[in-house]
Every structure is written in C-alpha cells, then in structure tokens.
C-alpha cells in the first residue's frame, strides 16, 4: 500500500488556476502510475487524469483536456495537477491514487483522502 496526502484546495474565481500535489510514502511510488480522480455530491467518483510509473504517457479526460496538467516527480514521491482556466463545473473534491496506468478508478488501489476545490462564478 502507498499513502498518498493531497494538497493544494481551495477556492478560486473562475479562470483561475490552482495546483494540486500528492504526497506519496510506504511502498515505492515509483512503481505505480498515479491519478487524479474528482467526485462531487450524489455522482460517480470520475477519471481526471492519469500519467505512467516514469512520467512519459499521460491521459486525460475529455473535460480538461487542453487546461489541467499532470506530472510527477519520482526523487520527490510526488505527483501534481496544474489546473488552469477553471471552470464552476470543475469544482469537486479531488483524489489522487496509486495503481495502473488506465483510467477505471477500480486499478487503483492507495487512494488519498480528497481535497475540495471550489470554482466561483
């Protein structure tokens, strides 16, 4: 199992950008590909984001695609969302996890315990 503590909510007025991290500790990060999931009240925990063990292949929902940026840094056991041109309809809490590289939050196995992210209007 790989702890994961994410960072970095908040509020910010649509248009804006926030970036999000994900401490990892336990078993190597490394090993894994990380994931950033976001889910608001009464709906399906959904796919944000994903990037591979060594950081070369990422994908992306259809939603951020072109705003949001996943990367990591493996010396650091981190992974970050860099999210920009917010929308209200980004707002939700967001996740990030450890485990494959696709986007079925069911491959992942170590999940953080969210952060909320609130877009104005």
């Known amino acids: 199992q790989v702890h994961l503590v994410e960072s970095g909510g908040g509020l910010v007025q649509a248009g804006g950008s926030l970036r999000l991290s994900c401490a990892a500790s336990?078993?190597?990060?490394?090993?894994?590909?990380a994931g950033w999931f976001r889910q608001t009240p009464g709906k399906e925990r959904e796919f944000v984001a994903v990037?591979?063990?060594?950081?070369?292949?990422?994908s992306y929902a259809d939603s951020v695609k072109g705003r949001f940026t996943i990367s990591r840094d493996n010396a650091k056991n981190t992974v970050y969302l860099q999210m920009n041109s917010l929308k209200p309809e980004d707002t939700a809490v967001y996740y990030c996890?450890?485990?494959?590289?696709?986007?079925?939050?069911?491959?992942?196995?170590?999940w953080g315990q969210g952060t909320q992210v609130t877009v104005s209007s």
């Open positions: 336990g078993r190597p990060f490394s090993s894994y590909a």
């Open positions: 990037i591979n063990w060594s950081g070369t292949s990422t």
């Open positions: 996890a450890a485990g494959s590289f696709t986007v079925a939050a069911d491959s992942f196995g170590s």
